[in-house]
């Protein structure tokens, strides 16, 4: 399924507490979390966003603490995509269970400016910009994650795997 | 159910098997846990932890997460721990609510291991309960999981979707990260704890300088440093970006996790017949002469000055002398990365017989109630209610800007925790420096950040 939005450019490092701050842990409810998304880094940026949009970062994006609250919050405020030169482990695997679509390059990260449109063809790794016309190659994911991004997430994976072994 | 099938409580066996190079500690234990020989990095493999972890945070997704996967049963009721420590006591009505859902959990399920409220804070208390020992694998649904490393176990951090898989599985999928070997060589000085050691590792190499990758911690310096010494620098391995930071095992892990088993009746630590005498199998998961590691840092600590994070990342680390002039307003010593005894004794040396500045918020938190015990009969809470600090329960509270000590616009904390990202304890214009409960402790009486033998 392709995503296609605008881009929000932030750098290195955007940790956790910056994508959702530690005061808002208690809340479960990805809608609330949505709103206070970013709030860290830019205080505006869930009224700012529509729904499709890309975030685009530079290294080690989600560093910082295990808050699955971090996805969530993007996912729910419409981020249709996160493509970053480098993830953060725990982030990138929270994302990828989630659903939320991650992609890594360093290439499309130095080549795209603020509000440029990006479309993106997760099943070929293609991030283009329509902008400016320019194409990158998103890093390949190991198997065994396409499995889990094919099924729709963890969830749908786990829950096949238990029905399989039920059987 | 084949894939859920419960994993015994036998100790896992360390084959003696050498094919072409040899592996790091962590290749051997992701190996042993993998029903393999061997290992390579890169390599993506499925594993059976020897324990889950779970909090107040993580807990209640992962809860509802688990029913969603159509799971009934947690995959082993030992196996799986849930400590509730981070908005405890509950600091609101929100947060009342997540520990009910985490009570309620761990009592369907028949959880042996459910911690409530003020027991203390799950990287201090699992070790302190002898959950864990050399050789295993634990998964916990908290990224300073990494603790657990300094017991030569491979401990990792991941989010509530993956922890409630694992929690349904028994297994979960890890890839082999590659091993950058640290070397702390020469003989440090009286002010200088695992905490400086670790701010100076990751100030050399950043806070991506070793994503996705195990941290081995080795030498001279961390030989002599004691068990909580490490535990400090394996928590923070995870702000180099790194999926664990790790020591191998020695005599001193050894004695101390007899110590703690005694305490609480556990008996002798046994391998099984295959594997021999327990002494003998920590020195085979030691890493091997011809292992490959990714890198080998070396550093001379002999002469080195403790160490401090200045704001807004971990990696910005200063040696305590360029800092003198910093107005202070707040002290935190406490958290899973200071909140043993050491590091109350290191604070209450500094701290005996002196007072707090009346400008400083000293804030002490040990970091479970068998801390605060220890310190209470050594007399060390003593003198830090005299010395004007306010002494909590065990919570990780301030650390995350959870609840407890919100730092207010334009302040300035010194913090003996993990992180000092912007807004991390409190208002966006706030800032959070980490050093070791030495500076901290002389930076509350000097109103400053001090060195302490200015104090």
Redesign the interface.
Known sequence: MEVRGRAWKFG??I?T??II???Y????DPKELGKHCME??DRDFASKVKSGDILVAG??FG???????A??ALKSCGVGAVIAS?F???FF??AV??GLLVLESEEAYRKTKPQDELLIQPELGVIKNLTTGEEFKAAPY????AGIIQAG???P???M???S??K | MNCARPFLGRVTKFRGVRSQMGMTITEKILAAHAGRDKVCPGEIVEVRPDLLMTNDISGPIAVDVFKSMGAARVFDREKVVIILDHFTPNKDVKAAKSSSKMREFARSQGLVHFYDAGFGIEHVVLPELGLIKPGDLVIGADSHTVTYGALGAFATGVGSTDLAGAMALGQIWLKVPETIRFEFKGKPNRWIGGKDLILLAIGRIGVSGALYCAMEFGGEAIASLGMDGRFTMCNMAIEAGAKAGIVEPDEKNLEWLKEIRARRGMGEISGNEADGPWNETIVRLRSDGDCNYKSIITFDVSELEPQVAVPHLPSNVRPVSELKDVKIHQVVIGSCTNGRISDLRAAAEILKGKKVSKWVRTLVIPGSQAVYKQALEEGLIDVFVDSGAIVSAPTCGPCFGGHMGALDEGERCVSTTNRNFVGRMGHEKSEVYLSGPYVAAASAIAGRIAHPEEV
């Open positions: 290195d490092n940790d507490d910056l701050p530690g005061q842990l208690t809340v479960q860290g880094a290294q080690n560093c910082g603490s295990s808050r699955e609250h996805p969530l480098s953060a482990r725990i695997r929270n269970n989630i190991p198997p065994l994650v997430g963890l969830v994976y786990v829950r795997r238990l029905q072994s039920e």
